[in-house]
């Protein structure tokens, strides 16, 4: 199969406006390709296609597919590069369709940008059918011409970190415990000589006192774990790393303050911010970017126990505060609150920590954008500027003094674990109690709960987990690099 892309027409004959890579195969087939197109009618909208049989013996079967207007650039109200993303999504309609057609191999279109038609076919093909006895067929997206094949292959690499994430959400919660998750990101990460994997189990987790973070696993049957990689990319490994913590709940039930039934299996999602800072570290050592990178990520269970915690019980963390677990379903700050303590034993350039916090999140900002808070303008700036390149987005959100105090003035501890008004501000309690257990300057708490899933929104990424914002973090690691260097 071929996937080719074709312009909105800006004059008002109709008149199809190939790619350069749709020219050269219109002129192969003698004009016939553009004189079928003005014969199916009105002329191509984005996302649209049209299909045609027969046209070429190589190609058995071409899709057709609009890109927009050609010289979409960087759009200021959406915040995100519109060339881009209508690439994406057209190469990823295109993809599926030849899928749908039963064909193994599909050749694309590299449409101006190699790169982003890249993810957008290795994103658009990517389903969860493991445990499915019937599955789609299996299909190999391909460059079409030679001109851009490192672009394309860093578009591949990048889309298949995203996938990676996908993968761990989308697994039942049965097939990636914590140490499962743990062995599966090591077994990634094996043939990378400057990478190295800990996987600490729960004896050692108590040597570092994380008593907020094993409050939380002594609810489950399943041991916690606590991962640690390092990937010494950088010229020199005594460089100041870039520091990723990723909440790692494998499944969240609420423990003893239950969810309800309804979406709870979504629940085995709630990794989510370990699934995206691993697989941009696996990212990062596949494109082997010049810096150095550490990876945390606390994985348990929040289950309901006669172990579990209790509303009302007192916890304390690795930094000596104390902390009233008034909700045992706002768990996730708990384990980071142990892990971000952690991250400042290694001099970090930045800490950044991804996790999918609170629904707060998403009656905020819904799957648009992830919610960042950080302390730091220069941090946001690079996030912000990497999340425009990759359309997947992110916004500032306040980390004011004023949801400070609604978690510290708390009747039995220093910090609560939830703000004193409940649900009011919900996202932005959260970060700042996360905010009670950093020191460092560069910190930003990314909160990718809305942006977990995707029904219809993000029309490269079929219905199910989204592996967001795993993009964006590997385009803000790689300039992060280019800093360094220049």
């Known amino acids: 199969g071929l996937v080719l892309g074709v312009y909105s027409s800006e004059k008002d004959d109709g008149a199809a406006q190939f790619t350069s890579a749709g020219d050269a195969f219109d002129r192969l087939v003698s004009g016939k390709l553009r004189a079928l197109l003005s014969l199916c009618g009105p002329p191509l909208k984005k996302g649209k296609t049209r299909i045609f049989h027969g046209l070429h013996q190589d190609f058995p079967s071409v899709v057709v597919?609009?890109?927009?207007?050609?010289?979409a650039g960087i759009n200021e109200q959406e915040n995100w590069n519109e060339g881009k993303e209508n690439i994406r999504t057209a190469v990823a309609v295109g993809c599926r369709q030849i899928q749908d057609l039963e064909i193994p191999c599909v050749e694309v279109d590299p449409c101006g940008d190699a790169q982003a038609a890249a993810e957008g076919a290795v994103l658009g093909l990517h389903e969860y059918n493991e445990l499915k006895q019937k599955k789609k067929p299996v299909v190999t997206p391909q460059l079409h011409g030679s001109a851009e094949s490192e672009a394309w292959q860093k578009g591949v690499i990048y889309a298949e970190g995203q996938n990676l994430a996908r993968y761990l959400m989308e697994a039942p919660a049965n097939y990636i415990t914590p140490i499962k998750f743990a062995e599966h990101i090591e077994q990634k990460l094996r043939s990378f000589s400057n990478v190295k994997v800990h996987i600490r189990p729960e004896s050692w987790i108590a040597t570092q006192e994380m008593g907020a973070f094993l409050s939380v696993a002594k609810g489950s049957a399943e041991p916690p774990i606590f991962l640690e990689i390092h990937y010494s990319g950088g010229a020199n490994t005594n460089d100041s790393p870039l520091v990723f913590v990723g909440k790692g709940v494998t499944f969240d039930s609420g423990g003893i303050s239950l969810k309800p039934s309804s979406g709870m299996d979504a629940m085995r999602a709630d990794m989510g911010g370990a699934a995206t800072v691993c697989s941009a570290i696996v990212t990062a050592a596949a494109l082997n970017l010049p810096l150095n990178i550490i990876g945390l990520a606390p994985l348990c269970e929040n289950m309901p126990s006669g172990k579990a915690n209790k509303p009302g019980d007192v916890v304390r963390a690795k930094n000596g505060k104390t902390i009233q677990v008034d909700n045992t379903d706002a768990e996730g700050r708990l384990l980071l609150a142990?892990?971000?303590?952690?991250?400042?034993?290694?001099?970090?350039?930045?800490?950044?920590?991804?996790?999918?916090?609170?629904?707060?999140?998403?009656?905020?900002?819904?799957?648009?954008?992830?919610?960042?808070?950080?302390?730091?303008?220069?941090?946001?700036?690079?996030?912000?500027?990497?999340?425009?390149?990759?359309?997947?987005?992110?916004?500032?959100?306040?980390?004011?003094?004023?949801?400070?105090?609604?978690?510290?003035?708390c009747p039995l501890a220093d910090v609560s674990n939830i703000g004193k008004y409940s649900r009011a501000g919900g996202a932005c309690t959260a970060a700042a109690f996360l905010k009670e257990f950093v020191t460092a300057s560069h910190w930003a708490h990314l909160d990718i709960a809305g942006v977990m899933s995707n029904k219809d929104e993000v029309p490269y990424l079929r219905k199910g987990m989204a592996g967001r914002p795993t993009r964006t973090l590997v385009e803000f690691a790689a300039r992060l690099s280019q800093d360094s260097h220049n």
């Open 65 to 71: 597919v609009g890109l927009g207007k050609k010289n």
């Open 338 to 409: 142990d892990a971000l303590c952690y991250a400042h034993n290694f001099n970090a350039r930045a800490i950044v920590n991804a996790a999918t916090l609170t629904g707060a999140m998403d009656v905020a900002l819904g799957s648009a954008a992830t919610g960042v808070f950080t302390n730091s303008s220069w941090l946001w700036t690079r996030l912000y500027e990497a999340s425009i390149l990759t359309g997947d987005r992110v916004w500032r959100m306040p980390l004011f003094e004023h949801y400070t105090k609604q978690v510290t003035d």
